[in-house]
T-cell receptor, first 112, second 112 residues
Framework: EADIYQTPRYLVIGTGKKITLECSQT?????MYWYQQDPGMELHLIHY???????EKGDLSSESTVSRIRTEHFPLTLESARPSHTSQYLCASSEYNPGKLFFGSGTQLSVL | QKEVEQNSGPLSVPEGAIASLNCTYSDRGSQSFFWYRQYSGKSPELIMS????GDKEDGRFTAQLNKASQYVSLLIRDSQPSDSATYLCAVNPGGSNYKLTFGKGTLLTVNP
């Protein structure tokens, strides 16, 4: 079944640690996105990708980085986690219409 | 600053009533408009899209768009307790192919 997967679902980590949030999709979509969402707030786009080897920063400044070496895989990395990075991170993909997003289950990150 | 504004609610309606959710946007060049539903603790899922002025109906859902007034709404007829969720309005601003701007969402509660 075509889907989009995020791991881990929850992550609690100490300040200064390097972390990678995984996102994979089996939908064959070229476009993939990372959004950040805090409770009661808008989704903010932090990274997006048109396809393999193509990545762009979104509207929200982020200290994270992404890579797109394979169509189905779009991991997000924080080199040194800080408490200000505590948030929910949502990965999404879309086919032709960028408004029709399919979201993964999200990763709730807590940095202590 | 391209913005999407929604009343945060909560909007409370009795079961069987019509729920009306509203959204305004600031960018006159916006081309396409989307409504996402987000259950508590879950990821957003697309429920409606609309691209031209007027009404678009899908089952119990009707999206309404008025570009002159920069206004988009979602009507839910015969509201059910299972409709209780946060409804996110998203707009594809003119000139931007891959980036949606989301509102903060309106929390809808349908009371049995």
């Amino acid at each position: 079944e075509a889907d989009i997967y995020q791991t881990p679902r929850y992550l609690v980590i100490g300040t200064g640690k390097k972390i990678t949030l995984e996102c994979s999709q089996t939908m064959g979509h070229d476009k993939m996105y990372w959004y950040q969402q805090d409770p009661g707030m808008e989704l903010h786009l932090i990274h997006y990708s048109y396809g393999v080897n193509s990545t762009e920063k979104g509207d929200l400044s982020s200290e994270s980085t992404v890579s797109r070496i394979r169509t189905e895989h779009f991991p997000l990395t924080l080199e040194s986690a800080r408490p200000s990075h505590t948030s929910q991170y949502l990965c999404a993909s879309s086919e032709y219409n960028p408004g029709k997003l399919f979201f993964g289950s999200g990763t709730q990150l807590s940095v202590l | 600053q391209k913005e999407v504004e929604q009343n945060s609610g909560p909007l409370s309606v009795p079961e069987g009533a019509i729920a009306s959710l509203n959204c305004t946007y600031s960018d006159r060049g916006s081309q396409s408009f989307f409504w996402y539903r987000q259950y508590s603790g879950k990821s957003p899922e697309l429920i409606m899209s609309i691209y031209s002025n007027g009404d678009k109906e899908d089952g119990r859902f009707t999206a309404q768009l008025n570009k002159a007034s920069q206004y988009v709404s979602l009507l839910i007829r015969d509201s059910q307790p299972s409709d209780s969720a946060t409804y996110l309005c998203a707009v594809n601003p003119g000139g931007s192919n891959y980036k949606l701007t989301f509102g903060k969402g309106t929390l809808l509660t349908v009371n049995p």
